[in-house]
């Protein structure tokens, strides 16, 4: 119900925006002619009419309450995600709009980046690195932000030999619902995927035309998220995103399709870890074993010694 609801309020938009046509075409030919009358037909009409806007205004007056409160869907806001999205946007895309938050927490991320990646510190009698490489782990809108802060990080960071930077993504709308809303922003030529079609509205499963999309080969000539974590034809980028299907706000990044890709993996749809098996939507995925798995593709964990002349070659760290 969530995947049809962009679609559910476009209809009602359609249908509303016919209905107030309808009735100003009426009242500009002058119908009716004479108002209706206290009795008879007439005056059932009009307690049907008085009664009916009533009934409308207190029902819309109770859905919108509910919907702000979050009352209808216990601690949830429908309208926070709407809230989210216009709130990432800087105030100089709209300046009657909410504060954003992106201006700064993006900095803040690439501040943080560039702290841990910095040789000018004293450690030991060297000078050297906190660490060799990063994993920006985002959950949900986390992933804009992510993403943002990739395309912020500073040349001599981002122009290394050996990319230091590895995203994970879990429960992300960046493909599904950014890719689609701000195509400059993040539209498929940004994230470097192929682009996606909104959700239908009387299909039983409402991405049903995803799921025959191929995947679309790395365009290696676009700057891109894909290629600049590293993505070629014949390699993977550094980018693993989950998803699963009991989770209402988060999608693939790459493709619906079956058949898989390098990006996208499912996770676990229950949570065994607790006394007693939940279904899971869109959160705890930190607590999934494909969190783990993902993590692992990478960053592979240390192999010990002896294990070293049997290691399996892995694209995203030759040798």
């Known amino acids: 119900r969530a995947h049809r609801a962009e679609k559910a309020a476009g209809l009602l938009g359609l249908l509303g925006g016919a209905s107030v046509t309808v009735v100003l075409m009426l009242a500009a030919r002058g119908w009716p002619d004479k108002p209706l009358a206290e009795d008879g037909w007439d005056g059932f009409a009009r307690k049907v009419i008085d009664l009916g806007t009533l009934g409308l205004a207190a029902v819309g007056t109770a859905v919108l309450a509910a919907l702000v409160g979050g009352k209808t869907t216990g601690r949830t806001r429908p309208l926070g995600l709407l809230w989210d999205l216009v709130c990432f946007l800087p105030r100089a895309a709209h300046p009657f709009g909410p504060p954003c938050y992106a201006e700064r927490a993006v900095p803040e991320i690439v501040g943080r980046c560039a702290w841990w990646l910095d040789t000018d510190h004293p450690q030991g009698e060297g000078r050297t690195r906190r660490g060799d490489r990063i994993v920006l782990s985002a959950h949900s809108l986390g992933s804009v932000l992510a993403v943002a802060a990739l395309f912020a990080l500073p040349s001599q960071v981002r122009d290394q030999p050996q990319h230091p930077l590895r995203l994970l993504t879990y429960g992300s709308q960046l493909r599904a619902y950014f890719g689609r809303i701000f195509p400059e922003l993040l539209g498929p030529q940004v994230l470097g995927t192929a682009p996606v079609r909104s959700a239908q509205l009387w299909r039983p499963d409402p991405w049903a035309a995803e799921l025959s999309e191929p995947t679309r080969p790395v365009d290696e000539s676009l700057d891109s998220v894909v290629t600049r974590l590293g993505g070629t034809p014949a390699q993977a980028p550094r980018w693993r995103s989950l998803w699963r299907r009991t989770d209402f706000l988060g999608f693939p ?18 949570d065994e870890s607790a006394y007693l098996t939940e279904i899971v939507t869109h959160g705890m995925y930190q607590r999934a074993p494909a969190y783990e798995r993902a993590f692992d593709e990478l960053v592979p964990p240390p192999v010990p010694q002896g294990d070293r002349e049997t290691r399996t070659k892995d694209p995203l760290h030759p040798g």
């Open 253 to 270: 990044v790459c493709a619906f399709s079956s058949d898989g890709n390098d990006i996208d993996r499912p996770a676990e749809e229950t």
